[in-house]
Nanobody, 121 residues
Framework: QVQLVESGGGLVQPGGSLRLSCAASGSIARLNAMGWYRQAPGKERELVASITYGGTINYADSVKDRFTISRDNAKNTVYLQMNSLKPEDTAVYYC???????????????WGQGTQVTVSS
């Protein structure tokens, strides 16, 4: 059983920072792309940032220059450093992963349970 466990969410004031972590555990042969998505109340889930196994990164325009995604392949973990947070960043943040199980069976589009980020004074 593979699990993606997010942590690091919480309440922060505008202009503050948070660091999200997502650790993948279980029988994983290799993690491919990993990413962070978010969903605000009444809105569709949207991509925040993604990173491939080789380190190619993509950001949503709304978070460029404020958020930084990184990963530690040895720990099967992806991080999202969020700086200069704004009220409009308030959402549930979800980790997403594409990986291979032993035997090289691919499991694309695997989701964590989500972590709440609230930016408010």
């Amino acid at each position: 059983q593979v699990q993606l466990v997010e942590s690091g969410g919480g309440l922060v004031q505008p202009g503050g920072s948070l660091r999200l972590s997502c650790a993948a555990s279980g029988s994983i042969a290799r993690l491919n792309a990993m990413g962070w998505y978010r969903q605000a109340p009444g809105k569709e889930r949207e991509l925040v940032a993604s990173i491939t196994y080789g380190g190619t990164i993509n950001y949503a325009d709304s978070v460029k220059d404020r958020f930084t995604i990184s990963r530690d392949n040895a720990k099967n973990t992806v991080y999202l450093q969020m700086n200069s947070l704004k009220p409009e960043d308030t959402a549930v943040y979800y980790c997403n992963a594409d990986f291979f199980l032993p035997g090289w069976v691919r499991r694309p589009d695997y989701w964590g349970q989500g972590t709440q980020v609230t930016v408010s004074s």
